[in-house]
């Protein structure tokens, strides 16, 4: 009998799914990301797994939509008996009542586990997020000047889903989630039973709808885990948050007989080191935002080509053929492509076009690419852009390889398709990874 996965996540968008993925594995957890909700035959397929992720794309549906997305999710969790339902969230939480509502996710997995309260994790330090007494600060960049998410350049200023709210219990509040009490960090600095102690009075009658944990250092990760495992055991919980509610749990977990055998032999999980492309590697680049615009900026070892956005949009065919013709023409020459749907000059804003519609053709662009010239290793920009771009592929699964930085890890791909089957893809975020990301994605090195 196969043992069940202590934790299963299932990831908002694709690009923070490879995050968690990345996470687990570093932690020496063994981990697998689908690309949807595995039959048997997949889970048969993967083995025994401490962390099963499912990549989705819910931070771009209606409540309505997220309804069809979730339920197979909360099906599987009951199935596998797993102690953990994680909901990956975007580090930044941004969300609104009408698309990629975190309270609309909550009221539809609630149901799934026994505690009738779910856990909220409010900061990844790693990724320059904090939380201090319920308000969400986020760095602008790696290494950026840190602002209140309201005032964040970038995020307040969303395309889709602005952020208008640094109070995480006030935004969570519109989405349905009306009674969110606050663990202040001060508690989990303290330590595990410091915490246990405040969590128990936090939860006592009325009974809440959630507890929003503070993250402002990421050695208060520890007792957020302790405490959150320790209630799991009792009884089936739903945790919400980025990557971070895995790093917690990680670290209250039993390993494994491999990773015991590994820490019995003094060894750690390596950071490994990319090795340099194989061959001529292609980048989508569907992120609007400054972060990716440095990126484009810095990557000098590619063939830049400028997409025309709004006729991709409209889901032009002679425009999509054309390009992928073109790219797929350099590619064939040996050349690097970086394929920009934001020309130098434009607004971060798109200039009023259709994000979902253009991130849907990004994916049937990066299809017809591939089919015409396979590739050894990619990379997607754009949380949008890279959920469509990897839904458009024959693949099943992504297992890690290596850390790229900041949010990004480069996976391998699993594929029934052997033209696909063990292609390297890097998925980012539009406000993740360091300004040299798409370089090392050519020539390699320790992120």
């Known amino acids: 009998m196969r043992p069940a996965p202590a934790v299963v996540y299932y990831g908002d968008d694709f690009t923070g799914a490879t995050d968690t993925l990345g996470t687990a594995a570093r932690a020496g957890l063994r981990a697998l990301l689908f690309l949807k909700t595995p039959d048997e035959a997949r889970l048969a397929r993967a083995g025994a797994l401490d ?3 499912i990549a989705g794309a819910a931070r771009a549906m209606t409540p309505e939509e997220m309804q069809a997305e979730l339920r197979p999710v909360e099906a599987l969790f009951r199935s596998l008996g797993a102690r953990v339902l994680h909901y990956k969230t975007c580090s930044t939480f941004d969300s609104a009542p009408h698309i990629g509502s975190i309270g609309a996710a909550v009221r539809l997995l609630r149901a799934a586990v026994e505690q009738p309260w779910t856990a909220i994790v409010g900061g ?3 990724l320059g997020r904090y939380c201090l007494f319920g308000n969400l600060f986020a760095a602008a960049g790696n290494g950026g000047e840190v602002f209140r998410i309201d005032r964040h350049p970038t995020m307040s200023r969303h395309p889709v889903t602005p952020m208008d709210e640094a109070d995480l219990r ?5 989405q349905g989630l009306a009674d969110v009490r606050c663990m202040p960090f001060t508690a989990a600095s303290r330590g595990s039973d410091a915490l246990d102690t405040a969590l128990r009075q936090a939860l006592h009658s009325p009974p809440a709808d959630a507890v929003l944990f503070d993250v402002v250092d990421a050695s208060q990760l520890g007792a957020i885990g302790d405490v959150l495992w320790a209630r799991a055991q009792e009884s089936t919980l739903l945790a919400v948050g980025p990557s971070s509610v895995v790093d917690a749990l990680s670290t209250a ?5 491999e990773e015991l055998q590994r820490r019995r032999n003094g060894a750690r999980v390596a950071q490994m080191s990319l090795t340099p492309a194989s061959g001529p ?3 989508l680049a569907g992120s609007l935002s400054p972060v990716s615009a440095r990126q484009v900026a810095a990557a000098v070892s590619f063939d830049t080509v400028w ?4 006729r991709l949009a409209q889901r032009d065919d002679a425009t999509l053929t054309g390009h992928a013709d073109a ?3 350099s590619l064939a020459r040996g050349r690097n492509v970086l394929a920009c749907t934001r020309t130098p000059g434009t607004m971060p804003s798109g200039g009023g076009l259709d994000a979902q519609a253009l991130a849907r053709a990004g994916g049937d662009l990066l299809a017809k690419v591939l089919a015409a010239t396979p590739l ?8 949008d852009t890279s959920s469509h771009a990897v839904q458009a592929l024959d693949a099943w699964g992504l297992s890690y390889i290596a850390d790229m930085g900041a949010g990004a890890s480069l996976c391998r791909v699993h594929s029934d398709d052997a033209k696909l089957d063990g292609m390297e893809i890097m998925l980012k975020g539009g406000q993740m990874g360091t300004d040299d990301v798409l370089e090392r994605l050519v020539h390699g090195g320790i992120a």
């Open 51 to 53: 962390v099963l992720g």
């Open 253 to 257: 977990m039993p390993p494994s007989r």
């Open 327 to 329: 790219i797929a023409g």
């Open 376 to 383: 050894r290793r990619i990379g997607i920009a754009g949380g």
């Open 307 to 310: 997409l025309d956005a709004p």
């Open 281 to 283: 590697v292609l980048v």
């Open 124 to 126: 990844q330090p790693n």
């Open 170 to 174: 006030m935004h969570l509040a519109k």
